[in-house]
């Protein structure tokens, strides 16, 4: 009988023991559920973040281009051009830029401007680089009107150089938190070096001639690119001065 009652007591402090061990393995069930939940929202975040960091302005103003070199004729052309003498239609002051005189004149803008232009337009976002491509633009005509007044334009050649001059306000504001810092500064120094050394060359081989580079619209971009992005770029902020709620905002935006 004493055996069978220390029997039945150790059972039962088995059944305690093993009711105390429970507790240990039981908690660990909700943190996976939520890393698990977490991962699958993450994984929605993410996609939304991909969907949302596509260089939309620079690839629609390619499409664009690309769509109108195709289909442009003489009574379209007469009609987007831009012509200082037609200064009055105020829509020439954009639509020259979706005009090029040739398959190579539209090829090199479209390239360089995705180049240029496609990391700007995911790290400042879409309409802040179409205000500095724009604005280039415009300039770029109005330069072009009052310094050469007898020309007409067309090509997106202003908006690529304000992309171009644009990464200097993207440099001095975010400089310590860019990637690559050194080797953007590197690129932009080669491309706008090289850029110098053929104008320099078309100048005073051709004469500036076949084709007629308008160094005035290229100028004007440029200036623009550098002041409006200097008003229109966003500083960032470092995420480890803001707290967690804010920082998941601008996580998931």
């Known amino acids: 009988m004493c055996t069978m009652s220390m029997h039945h007591i150790d059972s039962k402090q088995d059944t305690k023991d093993a009711r105390l061990l429970l507790p240990a393995f039981v908690p660990p069930r909700a943190p996976l559920q939520k890393i698990f939940i977490d991962d699958l929202t993450a994984t929605h975040s ?50 020259y830029m979706l005009l090029h005189a040739d398959t190579w004149h539209l090829w090199i803008n479209m390239c360089l401007q995705c180049f240029i232009g496609v990391w700007l337009e995911l790290e400042q976002g879409h309409w802040r680089v179409g205000v500095v491509y724009i604005t280039g633009g415009i300039c770029g005509a109005l330069a072009n009107a009052w310094l050469q007044p007898e020309l007409s334009l067309l090509g997106a050649s202003a908006g690529v150089y304000a992309l171009l001059c644009s990464h200097v306000p993207h440099l001095v504001l975010n400089f310590s938190q860019l990637s690559h810092r050194f080797l953007r500064i590197a690129v932009l120094l080669i491309l706008f070096a090289s850029n110098v050394a053929f104008t320099i060359f078309h100048y005073c081989i051709n004469h500036n001639l076949n084709p007629r580079i308008s160094l005035e619209a290229h100028l004007g971009g440029g200036v623009a690119g550098l002041l409006s992005g200097f008003l229109v770029y966003r500083r960032w902020q470092r995420l480890d001065s803001l707290g967690p709620q804010m920082r998941n905002n601008l996580t998931n935006c």
């Open 46 to 95: 993410l996609e939304r973040r991909r969907l949302w960091h596509v260089p939309w302005f620079l690839l629609l103003m390619s499409l664009v281009q690309l769509s109108l070199h195709l289909i442009v004729n003489g009574c379209m052309q007469r009609r987007l051009i831009y012509k200082p003498e037609l200064g009055h239609e105020y829509w020439r002051f954009f639509t």
